[in-house]
């Protein structure tokens, strides 16, 4: 069964920054596109960012567009998301999600899901 294990998160001040992690396993990792997903209490689960298979191809929200990269380290199952400029409405539960497939950014199209970790930004 494959597994996504978040981690990374805490609490951070407005414009700081906070660099996510995602280690996989049971998984031929380096087939799997994969992505990041939000949640804030009463919101619905919404894209962040995703990146290909190879990590030839990423894709950002327009909301995080400039101050968030998604990367993946084949070699060590790891996919990254590096937040900078953080702003009050980044405050949300981050989720890990991979599908073997292409690119995509809309969460049904995903198979698999981590637990999620806590983003909080405080002023």
């Known amino acids: 069964q494959v597994q996504l294990v978040e981690s990374g998160g805490g609490l951070v001040q407005a414009g700081g920054s906070l660099r996510l992690s995602c280690a996989a396993s049971?998984?031929?990792?380096?087939?799997?596109?994969m992505g990041w997903f939000r949640q804030a209490p009463g919101k619905e689960r919404e894209f962040v960012a995703a990146?290909?298979?190879?990590?030839?191809?990423?894709y950002d929200a327009d909301s995080v567009k400039g101050r968030f990269t998604i990367s993946r380290d084949n070699a060590k199952n790891t996919v990254y998301l590096q937040m900078n400029s953080l702003k009050l409405e980044d405050t949300a539960v981050y989720y890990c999600?991979?599908?073997?497939?292409?690119?995509?950014?809309?969460?049904?199209?995903?198979?698999?899901w981590g637990q999620g970790t806590q983003v909080t930004v405080s002023s």
């Open positions: 999600a991979a599908r073997q497939g292409y690119i995509a950014t809309i969460r049904y199209e995903y198979d698999y």
């Open positions: 049971g998984v031929t990792f380096s087939n799997y596109a």
């Open positions: 990146i290909s298979w190879s990590g030839g191809s990423t």
